[in-house]
């Protein structure tokens, strides 16, 4: 082991009920919304391919004009209730919003610089108005903050000159001020979820980073922050230099899912993820493939079936209003949800070996365990190994619990389930409630007689 002064603080997962919480979330929604949205990944009639909030930092675009973009900002469309219905009918339990993105435009009135909402059109506090609109909804919110900052005078990508330190220096004070200012100002937020913290500048604060989440924590007891933010003292990132998780969940994955539950390494953990292949910010032109409601389904299963949670990202326009494709996928998979939201909530990594078919979860703390089906294989029968020692008792359909099965055990631990000529055309769940024989009950393990 290696002697670490800013390193992780913890090992292993965190137990108290704010995490526990976080943990059994399920399915989140992601908001990217900002300047970007305006020019939507087009600029002077020529549509760019790259991620649209990334506008600003292409070829052909010039920057100043880009900033200036404030003084247009009139999203008149705008409405946080409308856009917490949508979440809470989709089956959301947590969104992750963004407060600053990498282009520095600060959704609500921030004291420490000119280059906010309060300097557009629209004037009024959006962050505050979306924290106040999904909280009552029931919602918890994260705030998604980007430490890189293109639009701050003193932002630099390394600290090279004495000029360069002495500006940086002003930048973490103004970081600092910002963090501080939106856990002041949205006491309610559960979270921060930080982006933009790959350059050399910010890898090199370790000690800075270490001490300001220390204070961010005990400004807001239970903040859930994610192994993003801050690196260790030999530039450690995600992970320290004993290979131990920074922050309380792994941010690693965007835009991808773990493939088995030995990647997750034990810890908590989410899936960001954007409908095209990569776009957060709004862009008008959606190329290449969409992702359909029934592959967001599954991803969301795949995620809470490996111990995580899934967070669908929604990049509403410029005017404010979310898209119509994205209306409807929220629509879908909240249709979906309504009928098989038990499966997703308050759910973990079962302990069972993953089959062609689908995916295990567990209701946490249980023996419930479901089957959440995606593939049924020609032969129409489920094929279940379940952890030893472990026998089931029951097995039926979620959706139908008259519709039950008696298991075929075709080997030690293996069963099959036999489906009915059945055409389901959406994913289904099985619900199998199981028996552990425990030494310290005494039972002799008995097959459980169905
Ligand atoms: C290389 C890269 C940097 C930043 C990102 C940002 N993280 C996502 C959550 C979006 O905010 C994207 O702009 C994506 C890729």
Redesign the pocket.
């Given at each position: 082991k290696i002697a670490l002064l800013h390193g992780a603080h913890r090992v292993g997962k965190r137990t108290d009920a704010t995490m526990e919480k976080w943990r059994g979330y399920g399915l989140g929604q992601?908001i990217?919304w900002g300047l970007y949205a305006i020019p939507g990944g087009a600029w002077n009639g020529k549509q760019y391919n790259g991620?649209a909030?990334?506008i600003r930092s292409w070829d052909g675009i010039p920057k100043s004009t880009y900033d200036s973009l404030n003084y247009s900002f009139n999203p008149t469309a705008f409405d946080a209730k409308a856009w917490a219905k949508t979440a809470k009918q989709m089956g959301a339990r947590y969104v992750t919003f963004?407060t600053k993105?990498?282009d520095g435009f600060c959704l609500w009135p921030s004291k420490y610089t000119k280059y906010t909402v309060k300097n557009s059109p629209y004037k009024k506090d959006i962050v505050k108005a979306v924290v106040d609109a999904y909280d009552q909804e029931g919602i918890d919110v994260i705030l998604?903050f980007?430490v890189m900052d293109w639009n701050h005078p003193d932002w630099r990508y390394d600290i090279k000159t004495k000029e360069d330190s002495i500006a940086f220096e002003r930048f973490k004070k103004f970081t600092r001020n910002q963090l501080i200012e939106l856990l002041t100002n949205y006491p309610t937020v559960k979270g921060l979820w930080f982006?933009?913290t790959?350059d050399k500048s910010w890898v090199k604060q370790a000690a800075f980073a270490d001490e300001l989440e220390t204070e961010m924590r005990r400004l807001r007891p239970g903040l859930i922050i994610g192994s993003r933010f801050r690196a260790d003292e030999n530039g450690k990132r995600h992970f320290d230099s004993n290979g131990v998780l920074m922050g309380d969940y792994e941010q690693g994955w965007?835009r991808k899912i773990p493939s088995k539950i030995e990647d997750v390494h034990g810890n908590d953990w989410d899936c960001?993820m954007t409908v095209p292949e990569n776009q957060?910010?709004y862009n008008a032109a959606w190329n290449g493939h969409l992702k359909t409601g029934t592959e967001l389904i599954e991803m969301t299963a795949r995620c809470v079936s490996l111990g995580g949670n899934f967070v669908l990202n929604f990049g509403p326009k410029g005017d404010g209003a979310i898209r119509q494709e994205e209306i409807k996928l929220a629509e879908e998979i909240g249709d979906w949800m309504k009928v098989n939201q038990e499966a997703i909530y308050n759910c973990e990594y079962a302990g069972f070996d993953k089959q062609d078919w689908g995916y295990f979860t567990r209701k946490t703390g249980t023996d419930k365990v479901y089957m959440v089906v995606f593939n049924v294989p020609l032969s129409g029968a489920l094929r279940i190994k379940t952890p030893s020692k472990t026998a089931i008792k029951k097995a039926y359909m979620l959706a139908d619990a008259e519709e039950s099965f008696v298991p075929e055990e075709i080997s030690a631990d293996e069963y099959f389930l036999h489906l009915k000529k059945s055409t389901n055309s959406k994913p289904f769940v099985i619900v199998l409630e199981t028996l552990k024989a425990t030494q310290d009950n005494g039972t002799k393990y008995e097959k459980a007689k169905i």
């Open positions: 992601f990217h991620a909030e990334w963004t993105h990498h998604y980007s982006d933009g790959w965007e960001v957060w910010g």
